[in-house]
């Protein structure tokens, strides 16, 4: 089966400064790699992902890189806010019948330091 | 408006005991999840229906049973409740579609048994 590691387990920087956490997958069928952000006590919601055919995709201040020979992605958060403080978890999919394999890394707990 | 709305939101119960969550989603996805976060935050899937169809059925306890009346409908039975079974269990749905299998967490069942 899949598996996904990820690194670092907790990360602290400066407001202002960039963030990275990265994951690699061990299965080269998985073709779907989203990140999930989940704060304390509430539900994990997608804020970015990205399908095998693309090598790079951003979103305002977020933006994910994949390198599929290598099995690896990458989360990069630029100009960090506070409330960008969570636990990020990236994920690797494929998809079964129509539904999606999801197997998560085991998260990292960002803090932004004011 | 909630898309995937799960009950209870807070459980606590004795170890033995049978217990039921309770998951809906109104998003018209044909595709429901259970997964499980433990208290290190790992998140892992526990099963996944299609069309009410069991798809996925990871390894777990036969404790464990879903049932998927229709669906919009995906519930999660738990017999013989162990310590170890305190975790909090989020639903999920997806919808196979031009921008992904996107999944959908609800707001999380958090479990404790004493």
């Known amino acids: 089966g899949e598996n996904v590691e990820q690194h670092p387990s907790t990360l602290s920087v400066q407001e202002g400064d960039s963030a990275v956490i990265k994951c690699t997958y061990s299965?080269?069928?998985?073709?779907?790699f989203p990140w999930y952000k989940q704060e304390l006590g509430k539900r994990p919601q997608l804020i970015i992902d990205?399908?095998?055919?693309?090598g790079e995709k951003k979103d305002q201040r977020i933006a994910v890189t994949l390198n599929k020979t290598a099995k690896h992605f990458s989360l990069h958060i630029t100009e960090t806010q506070p409330e960008d403080s969570a636990v990020y978890f990236c994920?690797?999919?494929?998809?079964?019948?129509?539904?999606?394999?999801?197997?998560f890394g085991t998260g990292t707990r960002l803090t932004i330091i004011p | 408006d909630t898309a995937v709305s799960q009950t209870p939101k807070y459980l606590v119960t004795q170890m033995g005991n049978d217990k039921s969550i309770k998951c809906e989603q109104n998003?018209?996805?044909?595709?429901m999840y259970w997964y499980k976060q433990d208290s290190k935050k790992f998140l892992k899937i526990m099963f996944s229906?299609?069309?009410?169809?069991?798809?996925i059925n990871e390894t777990v306890p036969n404790r464990f049973s879903p049932k998927s009346p229709d669906k919009a409908h995906l519930n999660l039975h738990i017999n013989s409740l162990e310590l170890g079974d305190s975790a909090v269990y989020f639903c999920?749905?997806?919808?196979?579609?031009?921008?992904?299998?996107?999944?959908?967490f609800g707001e999380g069942s958090w479990l404790t048994v004493v």
């Open positions: 990205i399908r095998s055919n693309v």
């Open positions: 998003l018209g996805h044909d595709t």
């Open positions: 299965d080269s069928a998985s073709n779907y």
């Open positions: 994920a690797a999919s494929w998809t079964l019948f129509g539904n999606e394999k999801l197997t």
């Open positions: 229906y299609n069309n009410k169809e069991l798809i």
């Open positions: 999920a749905s997806s919808q196979v579609g031009a921008r992904g299998n996107t999944i959908y």
